[in-house]
């Protein structure tokens, strides 16, 4: 194993820091890519597709770290957030709540994919794009709209029904991530060593 791949004692090696970096910035693309305004506030962008896409393809811990990143150096400052937000302040905003659910999402969506690399493609892509649709509805739809109503001062029901027209969205995410993720296994099957 040659030096700039070698696991350190204390965890993540230096290719695993270059792809948490990667993803992370993969993450900040989609994000600031320009954006479909709603009603509420939240905007549509590629940024699931990403989230997905980094848990899938780097399993649950670099996956969630790299969402963490991401979500570090927006709140740090620059302007990497969703229409181009930054700054602590977008935390208690509109979208906070989704903020706080992408890491989850990535864990989740990473820990399945991981156990699931080596399995046939559609198998992955199949399981991986039905966690991906559990994880919009029960955790990115859930903190999101709780964010959504205590920042608007509306109910659940109606904080829910403007996340509604998103979740199919984040679940075509999800299955082209997983379409995505499967590709990038097959290419690199070392991306899978047992962690």
């Known amino acids: 194993m040659s030096t700039t791949t070698r ?3 204390r965890g993540l090696s230096t290719t695993d820091l270059a792809l948490v970096a ?20 939240t905007p549509f962008t590629l940024q699931m597709f990403a989230i997905f896409l980094a848990g899938a393809v780097l399993g649950g811990v670099r996956g969630f770290l790299a969402v963490v990143l991401y979500l570090a150096v927006g709140t740090a400052g620059l302007p990497i957030f969703a229409q181009g937000a930054a700054g602590p302040a977008t935390w208690a ?56 109503a205590a ?4 109910s659940l029901k109606v904080a829910w029904g403007y996340a509604t027209p998103f979740f199919v969205y984040d679940i075509i995410k999800g299955v082209l991530a997983a379409i995505v993720a499967a590709s990038v296994h097959r290419a690199f099957p070392q991306l899978t060593a047992r962690r």
Do not use: E, H, N, Q
């Open 22 to 41: 990667t993803f992370a910035a993969l993450i900040a693309v989609c994000a600031i890519l320009p954006a479909i305004s709603t009603g509420s506030g």
């Open 151 to 154: 920042k608007l001062d509306v």
């Open 93 to 148: 905003g509109v979208t906070g709540g989704y903020l706080l659910a992408f890491p989850l999402a990535a864990l989740i969506v990473g820990l399945v994919a991981a156990r699931l690399a080596r399995a046939k493609p559609a198998t992955f892509i199949v399981v991986v794009s039905v966690v991906a649709a559990i994880v919009t509805l029960a955790v990115v739809g859930t903190l999101g709209t709780l964010g959504m």
């Open 7 to 9: 696991r350190t004692t």
